[in-house]
């Protein structure tokens, strides 16, 4: 079972609706990750959180607003997104230090907008 | 070219048969290096980690070649429930606290009775 949990499970919105997506972790990890999924296609990453700042932004459109209010928690605020965001959002977690160690996902939100 | 590349398959084989994966990865800089799988609609999950002296789990085998930046699967006695989707996922670095994961396009296999 994954240690790394993701709320909704699925979530259906409206291109003027602001939603959040949340993703939780007590492994005692210090860097979380919002990665995009498209239909057979591989993750991209989004976002990288290490000790609880924005280290990484991969040029992602403004429209989504990552969060991360503590080290175990994770958010990603979406407002005014387009059909093309419908997607799955992975979140993950990884333990950080001088070698790089494998990353832990949770099971993701599907996200539909219409 | 892309950072992390795979043959996207599909590797089609019978239950019992052996099948390799093969993946090149472009930055010399990439620090680690595993195998995740992925079901179909559901969460990448970690395979094993890859190693230059090689990684071996029950039927699965991983390599790492860093002269040439290569990195290889092997799966033996094939099951039916190794189906799936196999993601080549490079980590790298780019300060002491910060690294990222990069994913190939995964390689789809499919088991046959």
């Known amino acids: 079972d994954t240690e790394v949990t993701q709320t909704p499970k699925h979530l259906v919105m409206g291109m003027t609706n602001k939603k959040s997506l949340k993703c939780e972790q007590h492994m005692g990890h210090r860097a979380m990750y919002w990665y995009k999924q498209k239909a057979k296609k591989p993750p991209e990453l989004m976002f990288v959180?290490?000790?609880?700042?924005?280290?990484i932004n991969e040029s992602v459109p403004s429209r989504f607003s990552p969060e991360c209010p503590n080290s175990s928690l994770l958010n990603l605020h979406l407002h005014a997104l387009q059909p093309e965001d419908s997607a799955l959002y992975l979140c993950a977690s990884s333990q950080e230090g001088d070698r790089g160690t494998e990353a832990f996902f949770g099971q993701g939100t599907r996200l539909t907008v219409v | 070219r892309k950072e992390v590349e795979q043959d996207p398959g599909p590797f089609n084989v019978p239950e019992g048969a052996t099948v390799a994966f093969n993946c090149t990865y472009s930055?010399?800089?990439?620090?680690?290096f595993f195998w995740y799988r992925q079901d179909c609609r559901k969460e990448p999950k970690l395979l094993m980690s890859?190693?230059?002296s090689g990684n071996e789990d029950g039927r699965f085998t991983a390599q790492l070649n860093r002269a040439s930046q290569y990195i290889s699967l092997l799966i033996r006695d094939s099951k039916l429930s190794d189906s799936a989707t196999y993601l080549c996922?490079?980590?790298?670095?780019?300060?002491?606290?910060?690294?990222?994961?990069?994913f190939g396009q995964g390689t789809t296999l499919q088991v046959k009775p």
């Open positions: 930055n010399s800089a990439s620090q680690s």
């Open positions: 890859v190693y230059s």
């Open positions: 959180y290490s000790y609880e700042k924005l280290s």
């Open positions: 996922v490079v980590t790298i670095r780019f300060s002491s606290n910060t690294g990222k994961l990069i």
